[in-house]
């Protein structure tokens, strides 16, 4: 690639990660202060970004962060390349994220929910975790945007036991702790037992077929749309929909809405293609700050 400068950069990001005009627009929301002819030659990929992040990309000479969430509260994503210069900041994480951007010259390229729902983004990741088969969007996009939409169906070939899935997604780094809500009928206040044998029945009492993938904060009017699907794996979802999903005969699989280091290496390869010979890394601070823990042993 013989374009280096951030501009360039830039928009082909914002092309690349932007596969429709229905996703939300990725863009550069924190630039350097010396951003005319500012030119990049390594890119650190990470979920979230972080004092911690911010000091990996010092270490490793990185000139600019992408990021699938912006680190500046209610921004989301921009549309095409949108510079927020730092005028004053306040004593709070996003403020001093950017102050450290601006000491160090770091710009910061957030996308959003573009890769959610995309061809090649998260939700087919999250297919190829779950295991081999063929799969569909569940709410295609209109032409010429058929491959992306809102949800995936996957019809695995083989059929699989669903802890076979779930051990997939958390040995693969999809998700470390999922929760389920199984479709088998037991009273929610029955003893810890009688739900663990309900959720084991879940997970090994016959193969699944199809399974219905949704990330991103949709997934509640996505899964009303969904009449074929034996499990629904989604990032969040509410206790009303899990529990009409259950009454159809669906398991709801929760996985969080933090993605991790696995699919930003698979990011990774497709991005190359077109910012080689742009150094990319993938963050290792980043990560889920939440964890499960277990407080009758502790």
């Not at 730092?86 to 709070?92: K, N, P, Q, T």
């Not at 669906?250 to 990011?267: K, P, S």
């Amino acid at each position: 690639m013989a374009r280096h400068t951030f501009e360039d950069v830039c928009d082909l990001l914002a092309s690349f990660l932007a596969p429709n005009e229905r996703t939300p627009l990725p863009g550069l929301v924190l630039g350097p202060l010396e951003y005319d002819g500012a030119r990049i030659s390594t890119i650190l990929m990470a979920d979230h970004v972080t004092e911690l992040v911010l000091h990996e990309a010092v270490a490793i000479g990185a000139q600019l962060v992408v990021s699938r969430i912006s680190p500046l509260s209610g921004d989301g994503a921009a549309g095409g390349v949108r510079v927020r210069r730092l005028v004053s900041a306040r004593a709070d994480s996003a403020a001093h994220v950017a102050m450290m951007c601006a000491k160090h010259g770091i710009g910061v390229f957030a996308f959003g929910g573009g890769q959610d729902h995309a061809d090649g983004g998260i939700e087919q990741w999250l297919c190829a975790v779950l295991g081999a088969g063929s799969e569909v969007p569940l709410i295609p996009h209109p032409p010429p945007h058929t491959e992306s939409g809102r949800g995936r169906l996957l019809t695995l070939d083989p059929p699989l036991l669903l802890r076979t899935c779930v051990n997939s997604l958390r040995t693969r780094g999809a998700a470390p702790q999922v929760t389920i809500a199984p479709a088998i009928k037991f009273y929610l206040d029955a003893p810890s037992t009688e739900i663990e044998a309900a959720v084991k029945r879940a997970l090994d009492s016959q193969p699944i077929k199809t399974i219905a993938v949704c990330f991103g904060d949709d997934a509640d009017e996505v899964l009303r749309t969904c009449t074929s699907a034996q499990v629904f794996v989604a990032s969040e979802l509410s206790t009303e929909s899990a529990l009409a999903a259950n009454d159809r005969g669906v398991t709801v699989v929760l996985i969080g809405d933090c993605v991790g280091r696995e699919f930003f290496g698979f990011l990774v390869d497709r991005l190359q293609t077109v910012l080689n010979p742009i150094e990319l890394v993938v963050s290792k601070a980043s990560a889920n700050p939440l964890r499960h823990v277990d407080i009758v042993r502790l």
